[in-house]
């Protein structure tokens, strides 16, 4: 992939494809693209210089093109492809693409059921801040290191390793991380044998000469490590393994403790993001930094200034007293982890959860872990389903009101909402000063946190 390109990507407005796009084109490839909706990624895109058309059309694809690249999203008789067939040109599914970049660099995979996003960010942060420079391509955006995606001038490539179509066995890395293994999209899995055989497979992909750092306290995690050929090391907040964070305590949520390896502190650090789940993300991102010959102060420097992904415990603003924030929280424990450091780094007087089902599929086969999630907050308000991927019979088979009535049985407080309007009307009315608001979703659930501070007037 060293000589000059020309790729046309088919849905270019996603995370990951505008990710890949950017870092194609910085590295001097010819990127043009299209997808169904203006957006600010769009935008972003275009003033790179990317050539982007609103609406899938046959007359899209240059004729020289080298690769249509294809987000999952994209159905079989799409104009584009059928036309890239008639062409003779190849296409590549996102994955494909994204595998073919790591193969030219020296690649770190970071996956997982949850954490992916922030542990991906954080570590691209920590490996610029070490003067690496290194190249990534992360599914949200990263404010610290300009975005989702950079093409750095060093022999790394940082990506966020997706498990859905088993996308991520496209990489070729030398590095890896698994952080954790749990039920999830189950409407490509059968089960969570399978998504357990995936992950093996994953922790194969290093070799002989790579590592891997794993979660010592997951047990889905723990049945696959065993027979690897990359050197493999385990990380633990509260027990025993090769990096520990000893002498733990929380101070308003955010995690104080001393970075362990083998037993040596490597240093006293205090988090920039609250919540235990990221007390063990900084491991594994300690060690991913460590084993790249970063030096320990370094490292602690970056765990200890990194703030975030966007939409990850989002502070949004307050209005009318009432604090506002975002997450992008869509699987149970996600929402239950989250829920709690909230609550710890802001002791709010009511905890409002907005919460946006995202797929009708994951939705049902995970409803009564849905419906205890939640206890941690005071107030539930729910809108549909969002629809994405389902088919038409999955949508029947389940719906938000059903999911109110699961979290009021299991001692919740959830009422099902039809829309954002009917939503934003019901918090006008009853959210007061000192009550928090966090919207919660992988859809566009954002939109309603952005109304509020608009309606109801940001505090200075």
């Known amino acids: ?120 960010g954080w570590t691209a942060y920590a490996f610029r801040n070490a003067g690496l420079d290194p190249s990534f391509v992360i599914g949200a955006s990263v404010h610290q290191i300009g975005g989702g995606s950079g093409a750095g001038k060093g022999p790394y490539l940082v990506v966020e390793s997706c498990e859905y179509d088993r996308s991520f066995l496209k990489l070729k890395p030398q590095m890896a991380a698994i952080l954790n293994i749990e039920a999830d999209h189950l409407d490509y899995y059968k089960d969570i044998d399978e998504i357990r055989s995936a992950f093996s497979d994953f922790a194969r992909l290093p070799g002989e000469n790579g590592y891997l750092i794993v979660n010592a306290e997951d047990s889905n995690v723990m049945k696959i490590v065993d027979n690897l050929k990359a050197r493999c090391e385990f990380f633990s907040v509260g027990g025993k393994a090769h990096w520990q964070a000893l002498n733990l305590v929380f101070e308003s949520g955010y995690g104080v403790f001393d970075l362990s390896y083998k037993g040596e502190s490597l240093g006293r650090v205090k988090l920039g993001l609250p919540g235990e789940f990221n007390v063990a993300n900084s491991l594994a991102v300690a060690a991913l930094c460590y084993n790249s010959g970063i030096d320990p102060q370094s490292i602690c420097q ?73 206890g941690r907050a005071d107030k539930v308000l729910l809108p549909d389903i969002y629809f994405v991927r389902d088919s038409q019979q999955l949508r029947r088979e389940v719906s938000a009101a059903q999911l109110a009535d699961k979290i009021n049985a299991a001692g919740g407080s959830a009422e099902y909402l039809i829309d954002f309007e009917t939503i934003i009307n019901r918090l006008d009315k009853e959210a007061m000063p000192g009550d928090l608001v966090v919207t919660m979703g992988a859809g566009d659930i954002w939109e309603v946190a952005d109304e509020i501070i608009c309606r109801f007037g940001k505090d200075n």
Request: proline letters at 4%; aromatic letters at 8%; glycine letters at 8%.
């Open 1 to 120: 992939m060293a000589e000059a390109m020309k790729y046309h990507f088919v849905g270019i407005g996603g995370c990951g494809m505008s990710g890949l796009a950017m870092v194609f084109h910085q590295h001097g490839h010819s990127v043009s693209g299209s997808d169904m909706h203006s957006s600010d990624v769009i935008d972003m895109l275009g003033r790179r210089n990317i050539q982007v058309s609103i609406g899938h059309s046959s007359e899209s694809v240059p004729q020289d093109c080298d690769f249509v690249i294809i987000s999952a999203a994209i159905p079989a008789d799409n104009p584009e492809l059928v036309r890239a067939r008639e062409l003779n040109i190849p296409i590549l599914k996102y994955a494909e693409a994204l595998g073919q970049l790591s193969g030219t660099l020296k690649t770190v995979a970071i996956a997982g059921t949850h954490g992916k996003s922030t542990t991906s």
């Open 302 to 374: 970056s765990l200890e200034n990194y703030v975030g992904v966007g939409r990850r415990m989002c502070y949004k603003g307050k209005a009318r007293g009432i604090t506002v924030m975002d997450d992008y929280a869509h699987h149970p424990t996600e929402i239950r982890v989250t829920l709690d450091a909230i609550r710890a780094a802001y002791n709010p007087a009511r905890l409002w959860c907005v919460f946006q089902p995202h797929q009708h599929s994951r939705t049902r086969f995970l409803l009564d872990e849905f419906a205890v999630c939640f």
